[in-house]
């Protein structure tokens, strides 16, 4: 499979994080590692990053693209929730957060994140713990994987599609996105224009197996402290219940000490949306620590 990685809004990005020679930066969230080699690029010679992902397999294909900057680049098989503990007391001049799923995960099959292709019923990041897709599917009762369905994928019809999913796993164990998918669209009826009647059922699914929203503003609130004085947090969400926790942690946030840099999120530019439609629901929001430290 040939790997097409296109990272959204990077220009906006480094401009945001106001990337200089010399800084030590953090990319929670290393993908391919696209916006980190930009990092690098810019903060040459001596710029530091220390780049974070919990997909085995992106960390991988990350250490390749990175391995030209030699040990500028640090990488680490983890959580951006574990960010404080890795950083051992360091003050990050930036800290990126890219809360989208990756190329490499919606393109290849065998991972389930997406219906374009028939695949197991898997949507882990990480593929070494945690329930798959199919665990969820086939084992939460009916109320409960309706609430989520409605919950995280915000689908009205969360009700009919919970109670079809229930009655098909009783003939026989769901298995793969294709099945899913099907079914889905059947329970579901005409969604919008333009969007799969599956969609938001498969995005509800995604968030629940890899607890996306989970402690997400504690994890906001925690890597803005982390931050050296002046320094910028830029995180990227893809839907509206990843950019609410984010507008929210950086509205409790904002005051002495920090300050909010986008009062209204930063979108793509009709030129990227042409290269890149997969950038079309991006939105960019930015954080600066106060370059003099407030007193406690």
């Known amino acids: 499979m040939e790997l097409v990685h296109k990272p959204v809004l990077l220009a906006e990005t480094l401009e945001l994080l106001a990337v200089r020679a010399g800084g030590f930066y953090v990319d929670g969230t290393l993908g391919m590692g696209g916006h980190a080699a930009a990092i690098l690029q810019r903060s040459a010679p001596q710029g530091r990053l220390l780049g974070l992902d919990r997909d085995s397999e992106a960390l991988e294909h990350a250490q390749q693209a990175l391995a030209p900057f030699g040990d500028r680049a640090e990488l680490r098989h983890a959580d951006y929730r574990r960010l404080p503990e890795l950083l051992a007391g360091r003050r990050p001049d930036g800290i990126l957060l890219d809360l989208g799923v990756s190329s490499l995960q919606l393109d290849a099959p065998e991972r389930g994140f997406s219906f374009r292709a028939d695949g197991p019923l898997d949507m882990r990041m990480d593929r070494t713990q945690g329930e798959t897709a199919g665990d969820v599917v086939n084992r939460t009762p009916e109320h409960a994987l309706a609430d989520l369905i409605y919950r995280f994928g915000e689908e009205r019809a969360s009700r009919r599609i919970a109670r079809a999913i229930v009655a098909a796993r009783r003939r026989r164990r769901l298995r793969t996105t294709g099945e899913l998918a099907e079914l889905v669209r059947r329970a579901a009826g005409r969604g919008r224009p333009g969007l799969d009647p599956a969609t938001r059922t498969f995005q509800a699914l995604r968030i629940h197996v ?87």
């Open 210 to 296: 890899n607890r996306e929203l989970e402690g997400l503003g504690q994890a906001l609130g925690a890597a803005a402290q982390a931050l050296a004085p002046g320094g910028r947090l830029a995180v990227i969400a893809f839907h509206s219940l990843e950019d609410r926790e984010v507008k929210q942690a950086f509205r409790a946030l904002a005051g002495p000490g920090f300050r909010i840099l986008t009062r209204k999120p930063v979108r793509p530019g009709a030129d990227e949306l042409r290269k890149n439609p997969r950038a079309r629901s991006a939105r960019l929001r930015g954080l600066e620590r106060d370059a003099v430290e407030v007193a406690a």
